[in-house]
T-cell receptor, first 114, second 115 residues
């Protein structure tokens, strides 16, 4: 079945460091890909999405490119801030899949130190 | 536009009891999905309702059920609670569901603790 694998955390960075969180997927069809962020004590917020190969999603300085050839959707940010500390989830939605709407990775906890 | 709201935010129940959680979607959204989030299993899809009909279901036992009303508000029910049902239950709404890349908008969740 469909699945999402993302790098284990936690990830600890200093302010202004470069961030990469790896995400790879397996899917039956041609999925849409998402990054969601969860701040402490809150629900999930959409960070960015891409619906087809080579699409780049971007928001708040974060970017991710849908790479069909490597089945990846890595999240990057050039200069992280303390306020970026949160848990980041990679997810896919596969119209051909049978496992439900959104399939999530396990999440990567990011801590940014001043 | 108001976001997705969930009530109650926190709940403590005893093993064997049942519980009902409520979700009000964003105005105009017809799809409501429920997810369970636990430290061990992560985020898992429970079910989706669209226009009062269950459209999709995850791999959970029959103790977990839900329904949707004509105003798109949804409830989920868990009967005969077990300790392992302790989790954050998240509701998400979208216009038509996530097919085609549409976005689901999440509520803040209901934290259920079973003792």
């Amino acid at each position: 079945g469909d699945s999402v694998t993302q790098m284990e955390g936690p990830v600890t960075l200093s302010e202004e460091a470069f961030l990469t969180i790896n995400c790879t997927y397996t899917a039956t069809g041609y999925p849409s890909l998402f990054w969601y962020v969860q701040y402490p004590g809150e629900g999930l917020q959409l960070l960015l999405k891409a619906t087809k190969a080579d699409d780049k999603g971007s928001n708040k300085g974060f970017e991710a490119t849908y790479r069909k050839e490597t089945t990846s959707f890595h999240l990057e940010k050039g200069s992280v801030q303390v306020s970026d500390s949160a848990v980041y989830f990679c997810a896919l939605s596969d119209p051909m899949g049978s496992q439900g709407n959104l399939i999530f990775g396990k999440g990567t906890k990011l801590s940014v130190k001043p | 536009k108001a976001g997705v709201t969930q009530t109650p935010r926190y709940l403590i129940k005893t093993r064997g009891q049942q519980v009902t959680l409520s979700c009000s979607p964003i105005s105009g959204h017809r799809s409501v999905s429920w997810y369970q989030q636990t430290p061990g299993q992560g985020l898992q899809f429970l079910f989706e309702y669209f226009s009062e009909t269950q459209r999709n279901k995850g791999n959970f036992p029959g103790r977990f059920s839900g329904r949707q009303f004509s105003n798109s508000r949804s409830e989920m029910n868990v009967s005969t609670l077990e300790l392992g049902d302790s989790a954050l239950y998240l509701c998400a709404s979208s216009l038509e569901g996530t097919s085609g890349g549409a976005v689901e908008y999440f509520g803040p969740g209901t934290r259920l603790t079973v003792t």
